[in-house]
């Protein structure tokens, strides 16, 4: 159990164009997803909490106009990248909380998507 | 600011041996503690958690151990298969409030098991 989707897996989009990624939690409800990001060779860095019937709350540094995220059911969250630039090329990874936490949890996360902005 | 810190880039172990992956956090709000297994260009996959109310917890092959005086916590992997070869993340989360469910995570450390 626990299996959070997220679509695309790889997307290439021009300069100046919006891509929107989902994910999605399968066999669970979750009232929050989060969304990060990965430049090569580093870290994982959160980008923004999605909070289902809420706004989303965005971490120090990312710009909410930019990474615009609507959590509209318990199993859906996007996160759509508006005017993309090469500098927004990178690996975005969501995960999610179920609305029941079982102890020793392990934030189920998604299998990413690779954003090329050309 | 670096709130959990993976010092060892990379680690290379022969197959059979242990694997130590070390990680060091200096946020004391910090009570949750992960690790992750991830492959290029794929979402990481949880290995194993330890709450700061404990010093070890144990899962087949996998135990992580947490020095909480330190602000330490090593996984160890035994014995170690080239499976296992993959980055390793440690993360961190403060538990409840608004910060519950963030995962603050280390640089990660290459691990490259030789058969």
Known sequence: GAVVSQHPSRVICKSGTSVKIEC????????????????????????????????????????????????????????????AHPEDSSFYICSAIPVLVRTNYGYTFGSGTRLTVV | DQQVKQNSPSLSVQEGRISILNCDYTNSMFDYFLWYKKYPAEGPTFLISISSIKDKNEDGRFTVFLNKSAKHLSLHIVPSQPGDSAVYFCAASRGGGTSYGKLTFGQGTILTVHP
């Not at chain 1, 999605?24 to 019937?53: H, I, V």
């Not at chain 1, 971490?59 to 508006?82: M, R, Y």
């Open chain 1, 24 to 83: 999605r939690s399968l066999d669970f409800q979750a009232t929050t997803m989060f969304w990060y990001r990965q430049f090569p060779k580093q870290s994982l860095m959160l980008m923004a909490t999605s909070n289902e019937g809420s706004k989303a709350t965005y971490e120090q540094g990312v710009e909410k106009d930019k990474f615009l995220i609507n959590h509209a059911s318990l199993t859906l969250s996007t996160l759509t990248v508006t005017s």
